[in-house]
């Protein structure tokens, strides 16, 4: 299980610093507020599990997954369905608030949403409850092996 200071060693080898918080940051509210930044801004990263694979989405603070969407993207069939908090830890290897999109398990899927290129920077959980890393789409794409696909429900405003 990747601590905080795993991926903060992992990111400094690669120029990114994460910030600590002395305030909670388990929900994009949370950390709007302790980053300073829209909750739009705010990356979060959302385990779902499709049939039986474990899939990381990561998308903006304001935007919600389709389901259908997320599967076509990963190229998976089956239900999807959000895990209890126990699944959470054991597929992804941090607690349901600290969910962030690095040092993932080979076995995890990871999908950006094409929805965060509203921004230039967003912010991204670091392995806990009180961390944040200011991040580029390209950054997140490039530090993940992550895919990107429009998943969320921000396709729908474009509709």
Same mark, same amino acid.
């Given at each position: ?6 991926? @903060? ?23 709007? @507020? ?9 990356? @979060? ?9 474990? =899939?990381?989405? !990561? ?39 600290? =969910? ?10 990871? !999908? ?48």
């Amino acid at each position: 299980m990747p601590s905080i200071a795993d991926v @903060k060693a992992y990111l400094k080898e690669r120029g990114i610093e994460v910030r600590e918080f002395e305030e909670l940051t388990p929900t994009s509210e949370t950390a709007a @507020k302790a980053v300073g930044c829209s909750v739009a801004e705010i990356a @979060k990263s959302i385990l779902f599990v499709v049939g039986d694979q474990p =899939v990381v989405a !990561v998308t903006c603070g304001d935007r919600r997954i389709k389901g259908s969407r997320l599967k076509q993207a990963a190229g998976l069939k089956g239900k999807v369905r959000l895990p209890g908090e126990d699944e959470v830890l054991r597929y992804t290897g941090y607690a349901p608030g600290g =969910v962030c999109p690095f040092l993932l398990p080979p076995s995890v899927r990871i !999908v950006i949403d094409s929805a965060m290129r509203r921004f230039p920077c967003v912010y991204a959980a670091a392995g806990n409850d009180r961390s944040a890393v200011p991040i580029t789409v390209e950054q997140l794409l490039s530090l993940t092996g992550g895919i990107e696909a429009a998943v969320s429900d921000a396709a729908d405003d474009a509709a």
